[in-house]
């Protein structure tokens, strides 16, 4: 069966980085999209980033702003998310999803299967 594994999360600082990875089985990876989506307590599920299996990247410009970049290794079938300049409002749970789709989106209803999250906390 499908599964995905998140890794990499943390504390840190503003200003600070981390980088989230996800590891996948259960299916072919190198032809699905992957995405990655933000939860904070009281708020929707909502999508930073997503990865084509051509390595296309989609973007929340409000929330990555240039920071964060997300890519892949179909090899290691696993999709990261390299984050920069964090700052407080990036504090939450970090899920990567795949929507078992050869193109991207960044609505969550549109993801069957998801990982366990990596909670990141941003603060001094």
């Known amino acids: 069966q499908v599964q995905l594994v998140e890794s990499g999360g943390g504390l840190v600082q503003p200003g600070g980085s981390l980088r989230l990875a996800c590891a996948a089985s259960?299916?072919?990876?190198?032809?699905?999209?992957i995405g990655w989506f933000r939860q904070v307590p009281g708020k929707e599920r909502e999508g930073i980033a997503c990865?084509?299996?051509?390595?296309?990247?989609?973007y929340n410009v409000h929330s990555a702003r240039g920071r964060f970049t997300i890519s892949r290794d179909n090899a290691k079938k696993t999709v990261f998310l390299q984050m920069t300049d964090l700052n407080p409002d990036d504090t939450g749970i970090y899920y990567c999803a795949t929507n078992l789709l050869r193109t991207c989106s960044l609505e969550a209803e549109n993801f069957i299967s998801w990982g366990q999250g990596a909670q990141v906390t941003v603060s001094s």
């Open positions: 259960g299916f072919t990876f190198k032809d699905y999209a």
């Open positions: 990865i084509t299996r051509l390595f296309t990247p989609t």
